[in-house]
Every structure is written in C-alpha cells, then in structure tokens.
C-alpha cells in the first residue's frame, strides 16, 4: 500500500489557505514551491510555506482526512494549525526524508 499524507500551504502573509492530499509529501511540497503547475490554485495565489501535514499509512485515509479538514470552515483550519505550528513556520525541511519511513 502507498503512504499517505494530508498538507496545508499558505502564502507569506498568511491569507490564504491550500488543503491536499498526495503520495510524496517532500517531492509535492517541492513542486508548489516552484510552482510546477502554473495555472494551479496554489500558484495563482503564491502559496509556498507548508504549515501543516499528517501520515498515514495508506492513501486511502490521508483522502478520508482531507475531505474532513476541507469540510471544515478557516477557523479549525487555523486552530489545527496553531496546534503544532503556532509560529506557522514553513515545515518544508522538516519532512526533507520523511519518505525513508515508508
């Protein structure tokens, strides 16, 4: 079974939020910050700083869980944030061999 994992980007400024889903949390970070889908949502609004992300062992339950985070308003989304994040530095170097578990 593939990994999953469950991210959020936003900009420097902090006012916008991204919810995703992917297989490769480093490799997929690395894309947003250099925007390699041009016309995406997170390149039209800049969003480059990974603020938050969680593991799964199977892909099916990262897809279960960002359908709940999507589902729920800004609020939760900033509160989950501030739970493990409270500087809202960018976590990008943090996750940089997070695939060698898996």
């Known amino acids: 079974m593939k990994p999953g994992f469950v991210y ?3 900009n420097k400024n902090k006012t916008t939020l991204y919810t995703g889903v992917t297989s490769n949390l480093p490799k997929r970070v690395q894309e947003h910050k250099e925007m390699y889908y041009q016309q995406s949502f997170t390149s039209r609004y800049n969003l480059y700083i990974l603020v938050y992300w969680e ?16 589902a729920g308003s800004r609020q939760k989304k900033i509160d989950l944030i501030n739970s493990i994040n409270p500087d809202w530095r960018d976590l990008a170097d943090d996750i940089e061999n997070i695939m060698d578990i898996f």
């Open 8 to 10: 959020i980007m936003t």
């Open 55 to 70: 593991s799964f062992q199977e892909i099916g339950d990262a897809i279960f869980r960002e359908k709940q985070i999507k």
